[in-house]
C-alpha cells in the first residue's frame, strides 16, 4: 500500500527532528528539508506540537518493533532476550547517523510532565518497562518490577554514554551489569 502524503510527511520530520532536535526545527526547515509546503503541513497537522506527537508515535512503534525483533532474535529465552537488549543496542549505536534517543530528547525540550510531548515520550518508556516486566516474569526472575526498571536504567545510560561518546562500548558494559542483576534476581 502505498503511503499518504501524511505519512510521508511524519517519515520526513522524523528523520530532520532526530537530526535537529524539535524546537531547532522550525517550519521553514521542515519545509527546506522534506521538500513538503507549509500549506500542505498544516493541512494535516494544526500545529507544529501535532507533527511531533504523530512523529513520536511512527517512532515508538519502529523502534519497539526492532528491539522486540532482535532481541527474540538474538535471545532463545526470555532471560537470554532481556540480555539480548544490550547487543541490540550496540548495533543501533554503530547506525552511522546515531543521535541518541528521540523521547529522551523530546522530554527534554518539553520538560513539562503535563505536556503531551512529554506525555508521549513517557508512555514510550512505559510500554518498554511493561516488556520487561513481562520478560522477567517469564523467566521467573524475582521483583520482575524492580528488575524492569534496572535493567531499563542501564539501558537509558547506555544510549546516553554512547550519544556523548566518551567511552568505548556503553552497551556492553551495561550488558556486564545486567547479567550481574539478573543473577541477584533468579529465586
Same mark, same amino acid.
Request: with cysteine.
Given at each position: 500500500?502505498?503511503?499518504? *502524503? =501524511?505519512? !510521508?510527511?511524519v517519515?520526513k520530520?522524523? *528523520?530532520?527532528?532526530y537530526?535537529n532536535?524539535?524546537n531547532a526545527?522550525?517550519?521553514?526547515?521542515?519545509?527546506?528539508?522534506?521538500?513538503?509546503?507549509?500549506?500542505?503541513?498544516?493541512?494535516?497537522?494544526?500545529?507544529?506540537?501535532?507533527?511531533?506527537? #504523530? $512523529?513520536?508515535?511512527? =517512532?515508538?512503534?519502529? &523502534?519497539?518493533?526492532?528491539l522486540?525483533? =532482535?532481541?527474540?532474535?538474538? +535471545?532463545?529465552?526470555? !532471560?537470554e532476550?532481556?540480555? #539480548?537488549m &544490550?547487543? @541490540?543496542?550496540?548495533?543501533? &549505536?554503530? !547506525? #552511522? +547517523?546515531?543521535?541518541?534517543?528521540? &523521547?529522551?530528547? %523530546?522530554?527534554?525540550?518539553?520538560?513539562?510532565?503535563?505536556?503531551?510531548?512529554? *506525555?508521549?515520550s @513517557?508512555?514510550?518508556?512505559?510500554?518498554?518497562?511493561?516488556?520487561?516486566?513481562?520478560?522477567?516474569? *517469564?523467566a !521467573?526472575? @524475582?521483583?520482575?518490577? $524492580?528488575?524492569?526498571?534496572?535493567?531499563?536504567?542501564l539501558k537509558?545510560?547506555?544510549? $546516553?554514554?554512547?550519544?556523548?561518546?566518551?567511552t568505548?562500548?556503553? #552497551?556492553?558494559?551495561a550488558?556486564l551489569? @545486567? %547479567?550481574?542483576?539478573?543473577?541477584?534476581h533468579r529465586q
Amino acid at each position: 500500500m502505498r503511503p499518504t *502524503k =501524511r505519512d !510521508e510527511l511524519v517519515q520526513k520530520a522524523l *528523520k530532520v527532528f532526530y537530526q535537529n532536535g524539535f524546537n531547532a526545527t522550525g517550519m521553514d526547515k521542515l519545509v527546506a528539508k522534506t521538500g513538503i509546503s507549509k500549506t500542505s503541513m498544516y493541512k494535516h497537522f494544526r500545529t507544529k506540537d501535532d507533527l511531533i506527537i #504523530a $512523529v513520536l508515535r511512527l =517512532r515508538d512503534e519502529h &523502534f519497539r518493533n526492532w528491539l522486540y525483533r =532482535r532481541m527474540e532474535e538474538l +535471545g532463545e529465552t526470555p !532471560e537470554e532476550q532481556l540480555i #539480548a537488549m &544490550f547487543d @541490540a543496542l550496540e548495533e543501533w &549505536f554503530a !547506525e #552511522a +547517523g546515531y543521535k541518541g534517543c528521540m &523521547f529522551i530528547k %523530546a522530554s527534554s525540550e518539553f520538560q513539562d510532565a503535563s505536556h503531551p510531548i512529554h *506525555k508521549q515520550s @513517557a508512555d514510550h518508556k512505559r510500554m518498554l518497562e511493561t516488556h520487561m516486566i513481562g520478560l522477567a516474569e *517469564k523467566a !521467573e526472575l @524475582a521483583n520482575p518490577e $524492580v528488575l524492569a526498571r534496572q535493567l531499563l536504567l542501564l539501558k537509558e545510560g547506555a544510549i $546516553v554514554t554512547a550519544h556523548l561518546g566518551h567511552t568505548d562500548n556503553p #552497551a556492553q558494559d551495561a550488558k556486564l551489569a @545486567a %547479567a550481574q542483576l539478573l543473577d541477584m534476581h533468579r529465586q
